[in-house]
């Protein structure tokens, strides 16, 4: 009987233990390190519309040299489970060739071209007139696997940013300038899981792309192309593991609580049979 218990709580620990240490593996799985890329190389320029955007990857951080007034854009895929975070640094001319402040915005916008809203950080930013540089930060709600047709939910595909300046004087209109902006992601594994998933992400340019190998002419697309490690297939989450782990704990703690309760049995130390001719005597019935 005390073996059994020993032995089933052992189990119930030994679960417990590696359901904890799987599912902390699954959710601290580190971002891919910008070294883990066979290309080390970054861009160096920016596009100036959604269709000429400069393609990146993320936790890697892109260069471009542009003048004050322009619209820069670049693009990245985005998976289902990760929050982005883009980060721009803009160098400033020097002072004495400025008339005044400038204000900088950097925008997010999905594969929809639908404007995503900055869950926190530093969107818009102000440059005084003897500032070096402004930098500013947009941080993304969590990528969804799937979302309704009328909700704006971010979605997994390709992302657009978009920096530009929004206020300064006319004088400093065609100044040089130049930018950094890098793309980082965290995954935030099964919390933010839902029920189903899209049949393809949103990166645009993929028909096109479809239509050209097929010989049909197309325009020339900007194409985020693919997180490093591929696109998820939205069916396997991190909860599989807590759901199969909480049946398997469910079971041996329904045989343990039996254990339990189930008393020992007829003592070795009483005959046969005693036993039932006190229960049929409790019951009023004779004993013959």
């Given at each position: 009987?005390f073996?059994?218990?020993r032995?089933?709580?052992?189990?119930?620990?030994?679960?417990?233990?590696?359901?904890?240490?799987?599912?902390?593996?699954?959710?601290?799985?580190?971002?891919p390190?910008?070294?883990?890329?066979?290309?080390?190389?970054a861009?160096?320029?920016?596009?100036?519309?959604?269709?000429?955007?400069?393609?990146?990857?993320?936790?890697?951080?892109?260069?471009?040299?542009?003048?004050?007034?322009?619209?820069?854009y670049w693009?990245?895929?985005?998976?289902?489970?990760?929050?982005?975070t883009?980060?721009a640094?803009?160098?400033l001319?020097?002072?004495?060739?400025?008339?005044?402040?400038?204000?900088?915005?950097?925008?997010?916008?999905d594969g929809?071209?639908?404007?995503?809203?900055?869950m926190?950080?530093?969107?818009t930013?102000k440059?005084?007139?003897?500032?070096?540089t402004?930098?500013?930060?947009?941080?993304?709600?969590?990528?969804?696997?799937w979302?309704?047709?009328?909700?704006?939910?971010?979605?997994?595909?390709?992302?657009?940013v978009r920096?530009?300046?929004?206020?300064?004087p006319?004088?400093?209109?065609?100044?040089?300038?130049?930018?950094?902006?890098?793309?980082?992601?965290?995954?935030?594994?099964?919390?933010?899981d839902?029920?189903?998933?899209?049949?393809e992400p949103?990166?645009?340019?993929?028909?096109?792309?479809?239509?050209?190998?097929?010989?049909?002419?197309?325009a020339?697309?900007?194409?985020?192309g693919e997180?490093?490690d591929?696109?998820?297939s939205?069916?396997?989450?991190?909860?599989w593991?807590?759901t199969?782990?909480?049946?398997?704990?469910?079971?041996?703690a329904?045989?343990?609580?039996?254990?339990?309760?189930?008393?020992?049995g007829?003592?070795s130390?009483v005959?046969p049979?005693v036993?039932?001719?006190?229960?049929?005597?409790?019951r009023?019935?004779?004993?013959?």
């Amino acid at each position: 009987m005390f073996r059994t218990r020993r032995v089933l709580a052992g189990a119930l620990l030994t679960g417990l233990a590696l359901l904890t240490g799987a599912g902390a593996a699954v959710a601290d799985d580190p971002s891919p390190s910008p070294s883990a890329s066979g290309d080390g190389s970054a861009p160096t320029e920016a596009g100036t519309t959604f269709r000429t955007a400069t393609a990146i990857q993320q936790d890697r951080t892109a260069t471009a040299g542009a003048s004050t007034g322009d619209y820069l854009y670049w693009v990245f895929p985005a998976d289902a489970g990760q929050r982005a975070t883009v980060r721009a640094k803009v160098t400033l001319p020097e002072a004495a060739t400025r008339h005044g402040a400038s204000t900088w915005q950097v925008d997010v916008y999905d594969g929809l071209r639908r404007r995503q809203a900055c869950m926190y950080g530093k969107q818009t930013g102000k440059a005084a007139a003897e500032a070096a540089t402004v930098e500013l930060t947009c941080v993304l709600r969590t990528v969804r696997a799937w979302s309704e047709p009328w909700a704006d939910d971010p979605l997994p595909g390709s992302y657009y940013v978009r920096l530009t300046v929004v206020d300064l004087p006319s004088a400093d209109l065609g100044l040089p300038v130049r930018t950094e902006v890098e793309v980082t992601a965290a995954d935030k594994g099964g919390a933010a899981d839902v029920d189903g998933s899209l049949s393809e992400p949103l990166v645009p340019g993929v028909s096109s792309v479809e239509q050209a190998a097929d010989g049909a002419s197309a325009a020339p697309v900007a194409l985020a192309g693919e997180p490093e490690d591929g696109w998820s297939s939205g069916w396997w989450t991190d909860r599989w593991l807590w759901t199969v782990g909480g049946g398997v704990l469910g079971a041996f703690a329904a045989v343990f609580g039996y254990s339990l309760t189930r008393g020992g049995g007829r003592p070795s130390r009483v005959p046969p049979g005693v036993c039932k001719r006190v229960r049929l005597l409790g019951r009023g019935h004779r004993a013959d």
